[in-house]
């Protein structure tokens, strides 16, 4: 008996050219997978390194803010020039009824630490107290030039100071602090036979 005949013509083996095509056509879709993978490695890359400084000032942000302040006293201070009896150590000596006493604007008291610090804020009490706060020649504006143990400058906007007795705080926030000094740039009350006098600078660091 014969066998029925096959409707269904079975397909014809691919050309040569054919199976090239379709090689080629999944090398290429290879390729294209490798350079996607590649491309959003290199993405990540480039974000983690331009987040990683906003990533670290983020951290110090945080345990500036959770973290109680304390004072920390210089280990070096020099000035322009003092008055007599008004030394530039009168500054830092925890009183605020005697300062360091200077003559004119341009003038300036430097602090040195060591080992540099993270500071958070710079307390300055100008004049002397009491009476004597109106009658005495001080200092109303000054320059805040901080040095970093890498020897970079961090520019500060010009500090307005207070106009009474009291400690006026400015906020800081610098890592590794080593050098700080305060020119001079306003007075008020400069008569002649009157010296400018900077009451009290404080320095506050990060915990105790």
Do not use: Y
Not at 60 to 72: E, G, I, R, W, Y
Not at 105 to 118: Q, S
Not at 166 to 195: D, M, W, Y
């Amino acid at each position: 008996m014969r066998c029925a005949t096959q409707l269904i013509e079975p397909e014809p083996e691919p050309t040569r050219w054919l199976r090239k095509k379709r090689s080629d056509g999944n090398g290429l879709g290879w390729l294209w997978r490798r350079l996607t993978i590649l491309s959003v490695v290199l993405a990540l890359v480039i974000g983690a390194v331009l987040l990683f400084p906003f990533g670290q000032w983020l951290v110090q942000d945080v345990l500036d803010k959770t973290m109680a302040p304390s004072n920390l006293q210089p280990t070096k201070i020099t000035a322009s020039s003092e008055i007599a009896g008004h030394p530039a150590t009168a500054a830092v000596d925890e009183f605020t009824n005697q300062g360091w006493g200077t003559t004119d604007v341009g003038e300036w008291i430097e602090f040195e630490f060591d080992p540099p610090f993270r500071l958070l804020n710079v307390l300055v009490t100008t004049g002397p107290p009491g009476n004597a706060f109106q009658a005495q020649a001080r200092p109303t504006r000054v320059e805040a030039i901080i040095t970093d143990s890498n020897g970079r400058v961090h520019p500060q906007p010009t500090w307005i100071l207070g106009s009474a007795h009291e400690a006026k705080q400015f906020p800081i926030q610098i890592s590794n602090v080593r050098q700080i000094r305060l020119v001079v740039h306003e007075t008020t009350g400069v008569t002649r036979g009157k010296h400018i006098e900077l009451g009290e600078v404080e320095f506050q660091k990060r915990g105790s």
